[in-house]
């Protein structure tokens, strides 16, 4: 079953803040966070762990609330090259399949 | 360490035809997943293997099938195509030695590879 991404798309100016969201039905093991830009391939942000801890890189960053079964993406000072596709691929334990959401659409306007 | 690759890039076919399409894995990596990517559907896995083995397979009807070779190399064929093949195929890698890594290993993806069914 495939998570939930929401918002499903989001429109922000340069500089303003983002949370994009990925819940699950199924006890996660593991989040992997995703963006895309137009015509490009899907490039690696970061993974989140059961059991581990809130991940950052640069403004970008991401949790996971094990109760809830849901990570969030936090994106800061948003920035124009922040603008595409983000996805969440989750996989449960025992199974190394990823399953991705249906993607959130991020456009950074100046 | 060079990418992920696939080819060809772009293809165009009719209806009934078939088709492969390639994917060479990042050096050293013996994983290979499958996805076809919609606009209306997102990412939905194909299949995974590893060493050669068909390790996870996702809910596409038996005209797509895959193969992996000793290097790694992954081929996916679908058979007699129809509309809505048209997609984008990407393929992703990673080691996927679940003793070494163990679960929850991230993937690359490669570029895709554009489908259009006429």
């Known amino acids: 079953q495939q998570p939930v991404q929401s918002p499903q798309a989001v429109i922000l100016r340069e500089g303003e803040d983002a949370v994009i969201n990925c819940s699950s039905s199924k006890a996660l093991y593991s989040v992997h966070w995703y963006r895309q830009k137009h015509g490009e391939a899907p490039v690696f942000l970061m993974i989140l762990l059961k059991g581990g801890e809130q991940k950052g890189h640069d403004k970008i960053s991401a949790s996971f609330n094990e109760k809830k079964q849901q990570s969030s993406l936090y994106l800061t000072a948003s920035q124009l090259s922040y603008s595409g596709t983000y996805f969440c691929g989750t996989s449960v334990r025992g199974n190394e399949k990823l399953t991705f959401g249906t993607g959130t659409r991020l456009t950074i306007i100046p | 360490k060079a990418g992920v690759t696939q080819t060809p890039r772009y293809l165009i076919k009719t209806r009934g035809q078939q088709v492969t399409l390639s994917c060479s894995p990042i050096?050293?990596?013996?994983?290979v997943s499958w996805y076809q990517q919609t606009p209306g559907q997102g990412l939905q896995f194909l299949f995974e293997?590893?060493?050669?083995?068909?390790?996870n397979k996702g809910n596409f009807p038996g005209r797509f099938s895959g193969r992996q070779f000793s290097n790694s190399r992954s081929e996916m064929n679908v058979s007699t195509l129809e509309l809505g093949d048209s997609a984008l195929y990407l393929c992703?890698?990673?080691?996927?030695?679940?003793?070494?890594?163990?679960?929850?290993?991230?993937?690359?993806f490669g570029p895709g590879t554009r489908l259009l069914v006429l």
């Open positions: 050096s050293g990596h013996r994983s």
């Open positions: 293997y590893f060493s050669e083995t068909q390790r």
């Open positions: 992703a890698s990673r080691n996927g030695n679940l003793a070494e890594m163990g679960y929850g290993e991230t993937q690359y």
